[in-house]
């Protein structure tokens, strides 16, 4: 038995340096990020800057979900910053997980127009908006032309049976629905005269992309010829020489998607981690973003000249272009839509 | 005995249908363009380049393989005392006690992440790796102990009662003649704990901290934002190190699992 | 020691358990929805045929194996499904069997097929995808049992004049049932908690139990639903495996009587 003993003992022994020792106070940022490109961007475009000038520490930690990171430590969080998704922020706050700001904490803000705030009831901001993408429909260039998507209507159209690929229930509630509800004359919060139109969609579609690395696999093959899809994810991919995706504006508009720099409640450093979401929409931080393909909100930024040339259009024409819905509201009844979107995908034959 | 026709063509059948998805993956890392895509419309290293350079993806590999392997040998050695004690256990104590051994096993994995999770924040575990350790100490542990317990039923008990007759001490009886017996059981004990441990991520990655990730919960969170084939690169340069690994080791230790058990107790 | 062991993994099996104290008045709620009934037995069906298809193909692979020389070159062929993570071997999938993918693109070279066969994002997929992960859990546990058999019984029914198909039905089958049984378990039960290839490969519609509880928990963060969920699932799984179990303790009887 002694063998055994001994190799219980070392085991344990080898294992005590992962212990994590008590948290020294010191101040620092621990941020939850999406990985591969976008935590890149964080730790090089705002991590190392924010540390030069402040000499505040940030480590960037790369999860394939922050915001579920944060529901499942259910107030006990580790990271004290996450960057997520405008609604899965309004989300978490629906649940108290999200830490509340009153806009003069932020004093940046103002250079956002407040269209784009997330804000509760109360009229407490809920993180800073730091930059946006917008939601059209993403086509593989040999099969369609921008002219076959007009309007989101044509996405129902019979000849894309089986051709269309869409999200998965938990973006399809709070983005295509809200999309289809508008096209259909309905608002954000009265949606049901969205569900038929999103029901035809679903109907052509032959699958339901889980990832981003999927669809752009999906679309670059030819597997599926259009997709609601995420305005970064195809410039990101043009940008890199495959030409074979582009994305298009339907007449009715897109979505702002916005995504929130959040402080998880119950964090440590909630001072440092207000200092860090203020910093964040310094105009040359939002040049950085850019060239990531995630486009500034705030109005004091002027992009260089060969990124406008990437959209065919100016920025605000963007910004005009596309509709930003009041997250806050819609992530109020994302439970029961997300029921109800796989509802009508089950029902779409 | 010679095997039938039948058998063969089955046999060649699944052996290429098995490795199938590998060569599309190792084919695709050589690719140099920036999705993934089968034929690679070149070839390219590229992205082998890119992984053998970048600290993280070495980095979170060694964790895995560093967490995969002390996990696969102490949840062998558990297991192996819990199946010794279990055998002369009273039956119903034996049914209960290897009910909560497998459980993990009845359990989706997302749900056990969570209940991990909660179980970790009350020990101020959580984002260590001792945590992780702890939790897939847990999940392996069905998968060590069924393999074992099976070899365990199956083996000759006089022979090694025999041994003890002739003079040998109950340890020496275990060591010598037991657990050479069990080695099929063992083997695969071990083999099936690592590769648990070191492919799990559903549990994983909601119990990873600021200071550390695993292999897979990296290539997942990549895959959230980008379709690089950096990540068949990983895939390939950790296929080629494993296959190689179970190669090596069982031309010098003798795995065990394809020894027949004659054999063993003959020479 | 053993049983200190034994009260150790007991001890954390325990914390598991206790964290699922919750969301008893659910569980009508479920039962009674629809899309969940559907979900549920889809689940079935497909652990089901994944298992049955894992022992009718694993067997004639195992029997290959434990009578070959070349083993060893074989069984890492055989693992090769683990060497790559989960998720990157699903992307060799969708390569495979895409409409534009090589198994299509065969098929329509040698004529066989007009259009190309929808195949991915299909139940089928599904099916396919989960065979080829747990037919090596199979093989494995058949292997085990057929090299812990002793030769000389085979050799000795074949001098006794038996055929080769009469001494495999009423020697080798028979005595490889605990490896085939405990296989047969093992895939059950993993196939019903199945995640991410359901997920991957599957379409809209081909949601399984373990999929839903996923998304109940990282979409939804209803935990308490999620848990319900487990339990469901937990009892469907039991229900499955445990005719598998006392066929298995029945056959033990009559072989350790002989």
Redesign the interface.
């Known amino acids: ?1 002694k ?2 003993d001994f ?2 003992g070392s ?1 344990f022994l ?2 005590a340096p ?3 020792p008590a948290r020294a106070a010191d101040e620092k940022i ?1 941020m939850g990020c ?6 890149r961007m964080w730790r090089d475009a705002f991590g190392k800057p924010f540390t030069a000038e402040r000499k505040i520490p940030v ?1 960037v ?5 922050p915001t ?2 944060v ?4 107030g ?1 969080p ?2 004290n910053a996450i960057i997520a998704a405008s609604f899965q922020g309004a ?1 978490l706050a629906h ?1 108290g997980l999200i830490e509340e700001f009153d806009p003069a904490e932020l004093p940046n803000l103002k250079n956002i127009p407040e269209q784009y705030w997330i804000k509760n009831p109360a009229g407490k901001v809920l993180g800073m908006p730091v930059y946006f993408i917008y939601y059209g429909v993403a086509f593989n260039t040999s099969q369609c032309k921008p002219a076959d998507f007009g309007s989101w209507k044509d996405l129902a159209a019979p000849r894309w049976k ?1 051709q269309l690929s ?1 999200t ?3 973006f399809l509630a709070p983005y295509d629905l809200t999309i289809c509800s508008k096209v259909m004359g309905g608002t954000e919060v009265d949606i049901k005269p969205g569900i038929p139109l999103l029901r035809d969609i ?1 109907r052509n ?4 992309y ?5 669809l ?3 679309l ?4 599926v010829v259009a997709a609601p899809f995420y305005s970064s994810q195809v410039q ?2 043009r940008r ?3 030409l074979g995706v582009d994305i298009t504006i339907p007449k009715e508009g897109g979505l702002v998607l916005s995504y929130i720099l959040a402080v998880p409640k119950g964090s440590e450093n909630r001072d440092a981690a207000a200092r860090f979401l203020n910093d964040s929409i310094a105009p040359s931080k939002q040049i950085d973003a850019a060239r990531n393909a995630y486009l500034p909100l705030s109005t004091n930024v002027t992009l260089p000249e060969d990124l406008s040339k990437d959209y065919g259009m100016t920025i605000e024409e963007v910004r005009g272009r596309n509709w930003s819905p009041d997250w806050y509201a819609v992530a109020g009844e ?2 029961e839509r ?2 109800l979107v ?2 009508i ?2 029902e ?2 | 005995m010679k095997t039938s026709p039948t058998v063969r063509i089955v046999a060649a059948a699944l052996l290429i249908f098995l490795p199938a998805p590998l060569l599309i993956v190792i084919g695709a890392s050589f690719s140099p363009g920036s999705i993934l895509s089968f034929p690679p419309p070149g070839l390219s290293l590229r992205w082998y380049r890119t992984v053998l350079g970048e600290d993280d993806w070495i980095i979170a590999f060694a964790t895995s393989a560093g967490i995969g392997v002390v996990a696969a040998v102490v949840t062998t050695l558990i297991a192996l005392g819990a199946a010794l004690a279990l055998e002369r256990a009273p039956p119903r104590i034996r049914s209960s006690a290897e009910l909560l051994i497998l459980a993990p096993l009845l359990f989706p994995h997302a749900a056990l992440g969570i209940a991990f999770l909660s179980c970790l924040v009350t020990l101020r575990l959580n984002g260590s790796m001792l945590g992780v350790f702890i939790s897939h100490l847990v999940l392996c542990a069905p998968f060590a102990y069924r393999p074992i317990a099976l070899s365990l039923n199956q083996i000759d008990r006089s022979i090694s009662e025999a041994a003890m007759i002739l003079g040998a001490s109950s340890r020496q009886a275990v060591t010598s003649v037991l657990i050479p017996m069990l080695r099929p059981g063992l083997s695969a004990a071990l083999m099936f704990s690592f590769i648990i441990s070191f492919d799990e991520v559903t549990v994983t990655m909601f119990l990873v901290g600021p200071e550390f990730t695993t292999l897979p919960v990296k290539i997942y969170s990549h895959l959230a934002d980008s379709a690089d084939p950096v990540v068949a690169a990983i895939s390939t340069i950790l296929i080629v190190m494993t296959s190689g690994i179970i190669l090596i080791l069982d031309r010098v230790v003798g795995l065990g699992i394809f020894v027949d058990i004659e054999e063993d107790a003959r020479g | 020691m053993g049983v200190l062991l034994v009260v150790f993994a007991a001890g954390i099996a325990g914390l598991v358990y206790s964290s699922f104290e919750r969301g008893a008045s659910l569980y009508l709620d479920l039962l009674r929805d629809a899309g969940i009934r559907a979900v549920l037995i889809r689940t079935i069906v497909i652990s089901a045929v994944t298992t049955l298809i894992c022992a009718v193909l694993g067997y004639p692979l195992a029997l290959f194996l434990a009578r070959s020389r070349n083993r060893n070159l074989w069984l890492v062929l055989v693992i090769s499904p683990w060497l790559v993570s989960i998720v990157v071997r699903t992307f060799g999938w969708m390569v495979l069997l895409g409409s534009r993918g090589v198994v299509n693109a065969t098929l329509q070279a040698i004529g066989a097929v007009g259009p190309p066969l929808r195949i991915l994002f299909t139940p089928t997929a599904v099916v396919l995808g989960l065979v080829h992960i747990f037919l090596p859990f199979m093989v494995i546990a058949i292997l085990s049992s057929l090299l812990q058999m002793d030769k000389r019984l085979e050799e000795a029914s074949q001098i006794l004049g038996g055929s080769r198909w009469q001494t495999f039905r009423c020697v080798t089958l028979p005595l490889s049932v605990p490896g085939l049984m405990g296989g047969c378990s093992l895939v059950l039960l993993m196939a019903t908690g199945s995640i991410v290839t359901p997920l991957l490969l599957g379409g809209l519609r081909d949601r399984m139990l373990g999929t839903q509880i996923y998304s109940e928990i990282f979409q939804v963060f209803n935990f308490q639903r999620a848990s319900a969920m487990a339990v469901i699932l937990l009892f469907v799984a039991l229900l499955m495996v445990a005719p598998l179990r006392f066929a298995e303790g029945r056959i033990r009887k009559r072989l350790g009587a002989t």
């Open positions: 038995m063998r055994r190799l219980k085991a080898a294992s992962f212990i994590v621990v999406w990985g591969g490109g976008t935590a480590t930690v790369e999860l394939p979900d579920a990171a529901a499942a430590a259910q006990k580790q990271y989300s649940r089986g869409i998965r229930p938990i679903a579609a032959a699958s339901a889980t990832s981003m690395a999927s752009q696999q999906q670059a093959q030819g597997e990101l991919l890199t020489g495959e994302i439970e997300m029921r796989e509802r995908a089950d779409a034959r």
